[in-house]
């Protein structure tokens, strides 16, 4: 018989957790009493703030593809979770978070830090549950993660009472292999596929959308692969960058209201589209009513609420889209769409002169951010994971950024939630140490968790920080500019000395304000052995263009 | 706009109701009546949502209950594809029952089922539009108090929840 506790620790042992992100308190105590224990097998990260640690758990698993742990106490410990939960959630990242509660007897009584967690969470989560007794932890715990990790993945927390910690229990681990009433998988049907590949066959203009759904699948290959076969021009969501590498000669951009011109553009005049591991997000259609209604709709998904939710689609295509588009490249004939995808070269040129070359190459006046994107391009690795934080640098890094490798690509994208970099970029980092790991953050979302600064310099992680910072809540100060008639209410920042404070938590810190400067600053930076951190400073009012504006269709997207 | 009768079969797990009703909630859908109960299948209980939304929304509600772990299998049926009821309880004071109300008893075919000495009280099932014409009726009458519940719902159309678990893949 063993502690509660103790068989905690020794579940997320038998789930091959390497990490665990989290932060003590009272009603997890005897968890962090038992961890002390097994500091050999598994390995704690004290962040500095409990949204800290589920970023920093989200960034471990989106460039691992595994679960991230989480744990924290009750209370205020797991109501700073929820920020994170919620972000997990829209962006599929499988979690699973433990949360400490107070004793069985006390629930219900406003003990002191009680908080009705499994009801907070419950919107944020796949699935949560709160566990009472010590039978009841291993199975929870296998069940969570089977839960998170299957399907479409997403976040899931188990709430433990602190007499179940600390009673005694059998430990005899069975891991979850499946639940009778949760199917995530379905046998693709071949009517749906054949059906596809007819509208395929017959495309003129055929057009390929995807998500983070062919990374979740890990169906890069089988997306290369259909590819190669039909030559049919690629776009990219936000999340899906990098699962097909740029240089690719279906890939024509990316996708959305900061995308490139032309797959936006295109998508009106495309005869057949075929979405793949992607959910038409209000920022990737614009206006639904004006989007794509002159084209059949293939939807290649996992999760059928997906699917017509909202574009109505010809052929669905339900299941795992790893297969599916194996099955796809099978059925489909061999063939190649030289004059539309030379319509997308030209629209891409067109934007390369009116935007592109002005936000790499500036000359004078203020830095732009493209500038520093187009220089550490220069200098990464091919498989550098960028991380970034939400805001105009978010665009432009994501826009500029040469996506060559599937999980290079961090950023919370359904949430958009600001101070999410900085501890993503530490998990990211913490998965493996060698990689460049890339993180690109705004003045004010920095300001949201630079606390983390903290957690970098305990763990040694050589993360190379970029700050672009333009004194501005940039991204809301476009919009003022653009629709508010330039009314810059409350978007204007009084900053830091950050130099001051990176270097205060001992990380190599250097403040760029000239064009001179930047490209040997920024080789310097990622040839750095450890955390560095370049701040620089950037035109205060440029805007991220393309654009398309809330309400307009992808049509409308304008270049200025 | 219709109205649909979701008949959802689930898991017997705390919480599994918060995590249906916060679908509707979320999306400012007003749940019209609901029901939970055990259902024929031991340990699978049987939630019956009543609610009236467009066809778009009937479907994309019944998917993201489907969608919850704990949830085996959701159905959704017009009006006309299922057999429903509603019970209502009535109480009325003793010295309201005059040979009026007894009559207006009779034609509807409800039932006292409970006789004390200063009030009683009258049963009657049915559809909510019957149940309602008798509250109407009753109204007059000093009714002290009235209760209905959520309807009960068999759908006509053959489906299988036993089926469907015993089909594991
Ligand atoms: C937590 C949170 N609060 C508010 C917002 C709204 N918001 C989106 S972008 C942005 C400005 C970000 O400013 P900064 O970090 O300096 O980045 P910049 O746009 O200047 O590059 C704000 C306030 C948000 N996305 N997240
Ligand atoms: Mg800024």
């Known amino acids: ?560 | 706009m219709n109205r649909y009768t979701i008949l959802v079969y689930t898991e017997n797990f705390i919480g599994i109701l918060n995590r249906i009703t916060i679908i509707f909630t979320r999306r400012g859908i007003n749940i019209d009546a609901l029901t939970a109960s055990e259902s024929r299948l031991d340990g699978i209980h049987k939630i019956t949502i009543e609610v009236t939304v467009t066809e778009e929304q009937i479907v994309h509600l019944t998917k993201q209950i489907e969608k919850v772990v704990d949830v085996i299998k959701a159905y959704c049926f017009t009006d006309n594809e299922v057999v429903y009821q509603e019970i209502a309880l009535y109480k009325l004071p003793i010295d309201s029952l005059d040979p009026g109300v007894e009559k207006v008893i009779r034609q509807f075919n409800a039932h006292i089922i409970a006789a004390e000495k200063e009030f009683v009280v009258i049963e009657f099932t049915g559809h909510k539009e019957d149940t309602q014409a008798l509250l109407e009726i009753l109204k007059p009458f000093n009714l002290l108090e009235f209760s209905r519940s959520g309807r009960v719902a068999i759908a006509k159309p053959k489906f299988s929840v036993q089926e469907y678990l015993n089909n594991q893949t």
């Open chain 1, 1 to 560: 018989m063993i502690r509660g506790a103790d068989i905690v620790v020794k579940s997320l042992i038998a789930e091959n957790a390497e990490y665990i992100f989290g932060y003590p308190g009272g009603a997890i105590m005897p968890v962090y009493d038992a961890l002390y224990d097994y500091s050999d097998q598994i390995k704690h990260v004290l962040t500095r703030h409990e949204q800290g640690a589920i970023h920093a758990a989200q960034g471990y698993a989106r460039v691992s593809g595994k679960v991230g742990v989480v744990l924290a106490t009750s209370g205020p410990g797991a109501t700073n979770l929820i920020t994170g939960l919620a972000d997990a959630q829209i962006d599929s990242t499988p979690l699973v978070c433990i949360t400490g509660q107070v004793a069985a007897h006390l629930l219900g009584t406003d003990a002191f830090q009680e908080t009705d967690v499994v009801g907070l969470s419950m919107p944020g989560t796949k699935w949560n549950i709160q566990v009472r007794s010590v039978e009841e932890i291993a199975p929870a715990i296998a069940k969570a993660f089977h839960i998170a990790m299957t399907g479409r993945p997403g976040p899931v927390l188990v709430d433990i009472t602190k007499n179940a910690q600390i009673e005694f229990g059998e430990f005899n681990y069975v891991p979850c292999l499946g639940i009778r009433s949760y199917r995530p998988y379905v046998r693709i049907d071949q009517k749906a596929i054949d059906a596809a590949a007819t509208l395929i066959n017959t495309a003129k203009k055929p057009y390929v959308l995807y998500g983070q759904g062919v990374v979740l699948a890990s169906a890069e290959d089988q997306l290369k692969a259909f590819l190669d076969k039909t030559g049919i021009p690629a776009a990219s969501t936000l999340l899906g960058s990098g699962a097909l590498p740029q240089d690719h000669p279906s890939y024509v951009g990316k996708l959305g209201m900061h995308g490139n011109y032309a797959p936006n553009l295109l998508t009106n005049q495309c005869d057949v589209l075929i979405a793949v591991g992607m959910r038409f997000d209000d920022r990737v259609t614009g206006d639904l009513k004006r989007y794509a209604k002159q084209a059949k709709v293939i939807h290649l998904e996992l999760d059928p609420s997906e699917i017509d939710k909202n574009v109505k689609c010809t052929v669905a295509v339900q299941g795992d889209c790893k297969v599916s588009l194996e099955m796809l490249t099978e059925a489909v004939l061999t063939n190649s769409h030289h004059d539309w995808m030379q319509k997308f070269r030209n629209l891409e040129n067109e934007e390369k002169e009116a935007v592109i070359a002005n936000d790499l190459h500036g000359t004078h006046g203020g830095l732009h951010m493209g500038e520093v994107i187009h220089l550490i391009n220069k200098f990464k690795e091919e498989d550098a994971i960028l991380v970034t934080d939400v805001g105009q640098h978010q665009m432009i890094a994501w826009r500029y950024f040469d996506y060559k490798k599937t999980r290079t690509q961090v950023t919370s994208g359904g949430l958009g939630t600001m101070g999410f970099a900085l501890p993503a970029a530490l998990g990211a980092q913490l998965y493996d140490y060698k990689k460049q790991v890339i993180c690109v953050v705004g003045d004010g979302g920095i300001q949201m968790t630079i606390q983390e600064f903290g957690t970098i310099m305990q763990t040694k992680a050589p993360v190379k920080i970029v700050l672009l910072n333009n004194n501005y809540l940039g991204m809301v100060r476009q919009w003022q500019q653009l629709f508010f008639d330039k009314r810059y209410s409350f978007t204007e920042l009084e900053n830091p000395d950050f130099i001051k404070i990176a270097e205060a938590y001992r990380i190599k810190a250097k403040k760029v304000t000239e064009r001179d400067d930047l490209e040997a600053s920024v080789a310097e930076m990622i040839l750095h052995q450890g955390a560095y951190f370049l701040e620089v400073v950037v035109e205060k009012e440029d805007n991220v263009f393309p654009m398309i504006a809330t309400g307009c269709s992808v049509e409308e997207v304008r270049l200025s």
